[in-house]
């Protein structure tokens, strides 16, 4: 005679309406991390939209003690004004062209070099990785004046390819990939070599495609640290603010935060239409990567 059947006591917890079972602890615990970010989401944005209040605040409301984080007054004045005192378009229209510049070649230099140390085997090769790395030790400041006689050599100061043509390339977006195409099987690169793929197809048609959400990274962080070179610009062409490449960085730096001769909504506006730009950029590569996942 067989034992009676004993049924298993229920786990504990809340059933939804579809069955799934809710525990308590995990939801207090899921509640606590979403707050606590969001309070960090908070204090990280709290300077962001400071900038974005003042930027249409009126000029004399700016620095006064009462001024909330919604003025008493909404105003454009500080953008118009902006635009009219100089070519802002022009140093906009600068940045962009040149942090796209050098966003292009880290993509395409770095990801090269980094299936070239990745999936080649040659001698020496350790060690080649390994100066490429030393040099993300060596304070940028040190690289200037070099960089400077060499650009002079050439005849490029006070010209985009003074500030492109060393930005092509970095020691970081060579690491970056190199550590990513490691990952990749060989396997799948002597198959498409069976099938009569050269190198170079190898390449760009079969490691770059599964580089897609590192290539999104490198563009993200090179477009924005190339957005915000300054030194770079100062030392190739000094301060002088006729020159035909200059950035809206540089002036934000030059005139109105070092020499303070801009009204202060004047300098709000500028930040913020800068940080928009990143913004911009970030949710449009966002959707374009997206889409092509979609497919």
């Not at 229209?93 to 770095?110: D, E, K, P, Q």
């Not at 490029?156 to 930005?167: C, E, K, L």
Request: aromatic share 14%; glycine share 6%.
């Amino acid at each position: 005679m067989s034992a009676p059947l004993v049924p298993l006591p229920a786990p504990r917890g809340v059933l939804t309406g579809a069955g799934r079972q809710i525990q308590p602890a995990r939801v207090v615990k899921a509640t606590l991390l979403y707050l606590s970010l969001t309070a960090v989401a908070l204090v990280i944005l709290a300077p962001l939209l400071w900038m974005l209040s003042s930027s249409f605040r009126p000029a004399d409301e700016i620095l006064t003690a009462k001024a909330g984080w919604i003025p008493s007054r909404l105003t454009l004045e500080n953008y118009t004004g902006a635009f009219q005192a100089v070519p802002l378009a022009r140093y906009f229209a600068n940045s962009v062209f040149v942090a796209t510049a050098v966003m292009l070649c880290n993509l395409f230099f770095c990801s090269l070099t980094g299936y070239g140390l990745a999936k080649f085997q040659f001698p020496a090769r350790n060690v080649v990785f390994l100066l490429i790395l030393s040099t993300m030790m060596i304070p940028g400041q040190l690289s200037l004046v070099p960089l400077f006689l060499i650009v002079n050599a050439f005849g490029w100061i006070n010209t985009y390819w003074a500030v492109i043509v060393p930005g092509m390339i970095s020691a970081f977006g060579i690491f970056f990939t190199r550590q990513v195409m490691v990952g990749i099987p060989d396997e799948i690169l002597d198959a498409a070599r069976v099938d009569g793929a050269n190198e170079w197809n190898l390449f760009w048609k079969v490691t770059l495609p599964r580089l897609r959400p590192i290539m999104l990274i490198l563009v993200v962080l090179r477009f924005g640290t190339a957005m915000a070179v300054i030194e770079e610009f100062i030392i190739m062409g000094g301060l002088n603010s006729a020159m035909p490449t200059y950035t809206w960085t540089v002036y934000m730096w030059h005139t109105a935060f070092s020499l303070g001769s801009w009204p202060q909504g004047y300098a709000a506006a500028m930040g913020w239409l800068g940080a928009l730009s990143m913004l911009a950029v970030v949710a449009f590569l966002f959707w374009v990567f997206r889409d092509q996942d979609s497919k």
